[in-house]
């Protein structure tokens, strides 16, 4: 079974990715053998993530294959409420994970800005989802260091990021990677070997990415059945939070 | 669901269609660490997803040094001749008469590789003239690495070589990179029929694929998957899944490439 943890809805400004309708989310997963989806809304990234954060719940509501994913800020301004309002709404609504974008929404993850947002998701058990080019490798770890409980998932390697990813993977056990444009060169098995399955969480980027990288990367790659198995949903239904499996 | 499609699904190698990869590297290269960077790995990750040949320049004649590298790329297909074709590299800075007079007879190279970024210099450049006299008189494709926006490779620079040497096979190494860069590529090759699109890349996708091959036609679009540089699996994944029909698919997967390497076959 695959589940991708790493999904969008919403029009996008800088690129023909369709209209972001939960119609073409669904054909999308359908083609490529996707059962669920944990899902976000360029709402959320792109405009306001108070409202897209609102607005997702509404559009998921009844589609039990889409799971939402909210958008965090820190509280310093009090746009998404206190971290303890944002989390208990976020819970009430069936959100499974938070998505970070600190480079893009102008604010430091790893500063005293975020410490009791993240404290508050670890707390609630909901995973960090966020890109390496919106945090960076220090960020990461020192996210990961303040905040132990917190499960951290890093999309968007790319191919030019191994030699920080190891470093931060070997020094901490809360952190993992996403599949969405994990490119690296037998990249996968390499991380599979050294950190095994549990830390590589399924995901495809889509609609901005390709689905089928990432399906034909895990699909035809050097690994055991169980190891795929691991990589296309147990890993990821692991870092959820109780209830949400 | 067909019979490549199948594969994947059923995680064994695909069998239906001979895959050539028109675009390949091989070895290690500074920017970051590659986990197997050798031809015998990247043999075996061919062997593991039924990918029959690659065409390849080692990173060592791109990154650093042409002469060395050109030579590791030769011994690399003479080890694997029958999985492994080379590019000649040519950088302009050096020596690039005397690399052609050295390997331009040698069949293990089918084809000239340019990287003007990698270089620092343009594709219009007059060091490169001894590369498309070459071209011209013999029919050897030259794959250039293309960029959207670049002060040496973006798509204004194919043009205007393309427009120079409408007798030469120029293959657009990633197809300008970038979503404005596939349009622009599109444009270009449209414009200029010796232009074929190589389609790997970080931003490529199976849509845009098969724009491209509805625009072009199968026979202006080959499959690359600049592995070891990237992984091969993600590139060819999109045109697995591209939707193309399967003739066409067939073409842009390997029958296109396989036809543009015949080119010393008909020579004296």
């Keep these: ?245 | 669901m067909n019979a490549i499609t199948s594969a994947v699904w059923s995680r064994r190698p695909q069998t239906s269609v001979r895959i050539v990869d028109a675009h390949a590297h091989a070895g290690p290269y500074s920017l970051f660490f590659i986990p197997e960077a050798s031809p015998d790995a990247m043999v075996r990750v061919m062997d593991r997803c039924g990918v029959a040949h690659a065409v390849i320049s080692s990173h060592l004649a791109i990154q650093l040094d042409a002469a060395a590298g050109n030579a590791a790329t030769a011994e690399a297909v003479g080890r694997a001749p029958d999985r492994f074709t080379g590019y000649l590299t040519v950088n302009p800075w050096q020596d690039p008469d005397g690399e052609l007079a050295r390997w331009g007879d040698d069949p293990r190279f089918g084809g000239i590789k340019l990287h003007p970024d990698l270089h620092d210099y343009p594709l219009t450049g007059r060091r490169y003239a001894g590369v498309w006299e070459f071209a011209r008189r013999t029919g050897c494709p030259v794959l250039t690495h293309t960029y959207d926006g670049s002060p040496y490779n973006d798509l204004d620079e194919v043009d205007a070589v393309a427009a120079e040497h409408p007798d030469v096979v120029i293959i657009a190494g990633h197809a300008g990179a970038t979503p404005l860069g596939f349009d622009r590529a599109v444009e270009v090759a449209q414009r200029r029929p010796g232009v074929i699109l190589e389609v790997c890349g970080s931003f490529n996708t199976g849509p845009d694929i098969a724009r491209m091959v509805r625009e072009l036609g199968p026979d202006r679009v080959v499959y690359g998957s600049d592995f070891p540089f990237i992984d091969l699996r993600i590139s060819l994944g999109r045109v697995i899944f591209s939707g193309l029909a399967e003739t066409d698919q067939a073409a842009v997967l390997g029958a296109t490439m396989t036809r543009l390497l015949q080119w010393r076959s008909g020579q004296g």
């Design chain 1, 1 to 245: 079974m695959l589940i991708d943890a790493d999904a969008m809805l919403g029009r996008h400004p800088r690129r023909d990715t369709g209209t972001g309708s939960i119609t073409e989310a669904l054909d999308r997963m359908d083609r490529f053998g996707i059962a669920e989806a944990v899902v976000s809304h360029t709402l959320s990234w792109l405009h306001d993530p108070a409202t897209g954060n609102r607005e997702l719940l509404d559009l998921v509501a009844g589609r039990p294959r889409l799971r939402p994913c909210w958008v965090m800020l820190p509280d310093t301004c009090g746009e998404t409420g206190t971290p303890a309002e944002f989390v208990a709404a976020a819970l009430a609504g069936g959100v499974c994970a938070v998505r970070a974008y600190p480079a893009d929404h102008g604010y430091d993850l790893a500063g005293g800005d975020c410490a009791s947002m993240l404290a508050a998701l670890a707390d609630a058990g909901l995973p960090l989802l966020v890109d390496a080019a919106q945090a960076g490798w220090p960020t990461v770890e020192s996210v990961a260091a303040a905040h132990p409980g917190l499960r951290v998932v890093v999309g968007g390697i790319g191919y030019r990021q191994l030699r920080q990813a190891a470093g931060v993977l070997s020094r901490t056990g809360n952190v993992h990677l996403g599949l969405a444009n994990l490119s690296s060169h037998c990249g996968l098995e390499w991380l599979v070997d050294r950190y095994g399955a549990g830390r590589i969480v399924f995901g495809t980027g889509a609609p901005l990415r390709d689905p089928a990288e990432a399906v034909t990367r895990l699909l035809w790659a050097e690994l055991d059945d169980a190891d795929v198995a691991a990589i296309g949903s147990g890993t990821l239904l692991g870092l959820l939070p109780v209830g949400a499996v």
